[in-house]
């Protein structure tokens, strides 16, 4: 669109102030109107060309300039394009950062949901093992009656002991409490025995 030669024919018009307002073939917004008046010279005016169109500059002059402000206007079209997409991206850019802010942070409470859940059901299997343990604990003690015992003649016993100790080469002066022992052992037996137990 720039300076080279174009195939394309444009005609323009002028009004009673030999002003230019219509270019047939091209439409052209009011600021390209009138960045145009302002380039043109004001002192110098061209005759009219035949067939009633005229202009106050050449007619080469006057495509050159529409070209140049055609130029301009899709130079700006272009760079507010360029903008906008840009911001476009920006936007996009931001909005998934965005998303996937969101979705680091849902992932970061269902993990900490799922580990405290899987406390919560830990410490629940180790109250009810620890309970069924206490209960198959109970039921075995009472399928078992437990017997409470006690040494019989623990005292003689302790005697016999110390006696042996003291008179490790000499035994037999420990016999008359090994008798003794021995009776109150067999006393125990029969006691038993006549308790039915």
Do not use: W
């Amino acid at each position: 669109m720039g300076g080279t030669a174009s195939t394309r024919r444009v005609t323009f018009e002028a009004d009673e102030n030999e002003n230019i307002t219509v270019v047939k073939g091209i439409r052209l917004s009011e600021n390209v109107i009138d960045r145009m008046k302002e380039a043109s010279p004001s002192g110098s005016k061209s005759p009219r060309h035949s067939g009633g169109y005229g202009a106050s500059v050449s007619e080469e002059e006057l495509k050159r300039r529409v070209a140049e402000e055609l130029a301009l206007e899709q130079a700006k079209k272009e760079s507010e394009k360029q903008k906008q997409l840009k911001q476009s991206k920006e936007l996009d850019q931001e909005s998934a950062h965005e998303q996937l802010t969101r979705a680091i942070l849902r992932e970061r409470i269902s993990s900490e949901e799922e580990r405290s859940r899987a406390k919560h059901l830990s410490a629940e299997f180790y109250k009810v093992t620890t309970e069924q343990y206490q209960k198959a604990t109970e039921e075995v003690e009472a399928k078992f009656k437990r017997y409470d015992f006690h040494p019989v003649c623990a005292d003689l016993q302790a005697q016999i002991l110390q006696c042996y100790r003291q008179h490790t080469h000499q035994t037999l002066s420990c016999s008359a409490l090994a008798a003794q022992y021995m009776h109150c052992v067999n006393q125990a037996k029969q006691g038993t025995l006549e308790k039915g137990g």
